[in-house]
């Protein structure tokens, strides 16, 4: 069978929908004067996740449902609609340029959040990842693909979706659905928008030959418009075209409008900041992440009872060959790429092992630093452990058993896994860079260096161990950092505050 047919097969099981509220599947209600936000992602955690974005999208819809109407909308990857459990077909979205026409899909999660998915088949029906294969090399029609997931949410926006919800605002993330404001300024509508950059190094980046394709304007390949570099970039029309610009940190928001960190796009950032319409925002994290609780974990534990976490030290240890040891555990649990600083941790290895350390990996990404991980993990047997790829239960464990997590990015948005670590009494060494500065409170929380450099991490490590050697500071501290508050509700708030403003301005 056809995953087409699949499709429309599933959405026959759906239920009807209720005429009155315009609510599917057995929902709630809404009642109308809460803002209805449309929350357009390439990430999904509940089907589909390779990185932060996909958290995100999962926890702050459900965070904000109390204040704001809040649906989802993601592509029809093979992943999401094997995943549906029940789906009802609820429009057809015209084609553009070379975009595909495509049907708009309703389902719900288990806990009732209205998710829309894209059934287009020829575009997300394929084998591999949501950005690329199981090579990684990046799909070749990726401008196609995400086109329509940001040409899907204008036309939603415009009413040509779903006749019976049509959002007041569009919450767009990264490149992947950002030209949706465009598409909407194109057609002359004025629907409000924000955008948050999640990670402004992916600007969705393009030839020009490709306009007519994804039926852009050529009046719109211009410095304000889609135009960067004599390349199209989806990332830098979003953000000429949005509403307003939040992105994942308050300390990131100020980076990205310099030339250092502003990936040639800072210029436009500081006029958007100069106007009030950059805000920055910290991610929180969910709810799972607590020692007491978590099912992967080997032993629960707690502030105040630090057995269970020592119960899971030497399950690490045993998982990832390491021989049994007094000494500080390390650990590393991050995308293998060069923005991540692992060229430098890996430099500081041999002063870790040398001062009595152990150092776990989990990860995957550029083959080099995969291979010099490796490498360095069988020139040190018993001391250095390292997994490639990434595993949920691997991952949360080596959190809760390590005493301290190593993050030397060259830049950070935001981070999760600090937060995470934290949560575990696991202390974070970082560089003073983006929301890693925002979460870590230097000698605290954790500990930061602000010199990107080999000589500025290996100080941190020194600290470190220092710490290390010293139970009642060491105690001191993971209490304070597993105290920190990382919940929602405060970027729900701001978020909540900033659809308000955007809908008062429209």
Not at 173 to 192: C, E, F, K, Q, V
Request: glycine share 10%; hydrophobic share 40%.
């Amino acid at each position: 069978m056809g995953e087409r047919r699949k499709a429309h097969d599933l959405a026959r099981r759906g239920r009807p929908t209720n005429s009155v509220s315009g609510a599917t599947l057995g929902a709630d209600p809404v009642p109308r004067s809460r803002p209805k936000i449309l929350f357009v992602t390439s990430e999904f955690a509940d089907y589909v996740k390779v990185g932060g974005l996909g958290e995100v999208s999962a926890a702050l819809p459900r965070t904000l449902r109390n204040k704001c109407d809040m649906r989802v909308l993601l592509p029809g990857y093979r992943d999401v609609v094997s995943q549906l459990q029940a789906v009802e077909i609820v429009g057809h979205l015209p084609s553009c340029g070379d975009i595909p026409a495509c049907d708009l899909a309703r389902s719900t999660t288990g806990d009732h959040l209205a998710v829309y998915v894209l059934l287009c088949p020829q575009l997300f029906e394929r084998d591999g990842g949501p950005y690329g294969d199981a090579t990684g090399t990046d799909w070749s029609d990726n401008d196609l693909r995400f086109a329509r997931l940001g040409l899907a949410a204008a036309q939603i926006a415009s009413g040509t979706g779903d006749p019976n919800w049509i959002p007041d605002l569009l919450h767009l993330n990264d490149w992947t659905s950002a030209l949706a404001p465009a598409y909407l300024a194109w057609s002359g509508r004025s629907i409000p928008s924000v955008l948050t950059i999640h990670n402004l190094a992916h600007r969705g980046l393009f030839a020009r030959h490709r306009l007519d394709r994804l039926g852009i304007p050529h009046a719109a390949f211009d410095i304000n418009g889609v135009e960067f570099c004599g390349d199209i970039s989806f990332l830098k029309a979003g953000i000429f075209y949005a509403s307003h610009i939040t992105t994942v940190s308050s300390t990131y928001a100020q980076e990205i409008v310099t030339p250092e960190h502003g990936c040639g796009l800072h210029g436009l950032l500081r006029g958007k900041f100069d106007q009030g319409r950059l805000t920055g925002i910290i991610n929180g994290i969910d709810e799972s992440w607590d020692p007491l609780i978590d099912p992967h974990l080997a032993q629960p534990f707690s502030s105040d009872d630090w057995k269970g976490k020592d119960v899971n030290a030497k399950a690490l240890r045993r998982t990832f060959g390491l021989a049994v040891s007094r000494g500080p555990l390390f650990a590393i649990v991050s995308r293998l790429v060069h923005q991540k600083g692992l060229d430098i941790a890996i430099e500081a290895i041999e002063t870790i092992v040398r001062q009595g350390g152990q150092i776990v990996v989990t990860g995957k990404g550029e083959s080099e630093l995969e291979q010099s991980l490796c490498r360095v993990a069988r020139q040190h047997p018993g001391k250095v452990g390292i997994k490639i790829g990434y595993e949920e239960t691997t991952a949360r464990r080596m959190l809760a058993g390590s005493d301290f997590l190593l993050m030397p990015s060259r830049f950070e948005p935001c981070g999760l896994t600090q937060m995470y670590a934290q949560r575990f009494g696991s202390l974070p060494v970082a560089h003073r860079t983006g929301g890693l500065a925002d979460t870590i409170q230097d000698g605290v929380t954790g500990l930061l260096f602000r010199e990107l450099s080999l000589g500025g991490l290996l100080g941190a490590i020194y600290r470190s161990l220092d710490i290390y050697h010293s139970p009642p500071r060491l105690r001191t501290m993971r209490k304070a950092a597993m105290a920190r508050p990382t919940g929602w509700n405060d970027a729900a708030a701001n978020y909540a505050s900033i659809y308000d403003s955007t809908l008062t301005a429209a």
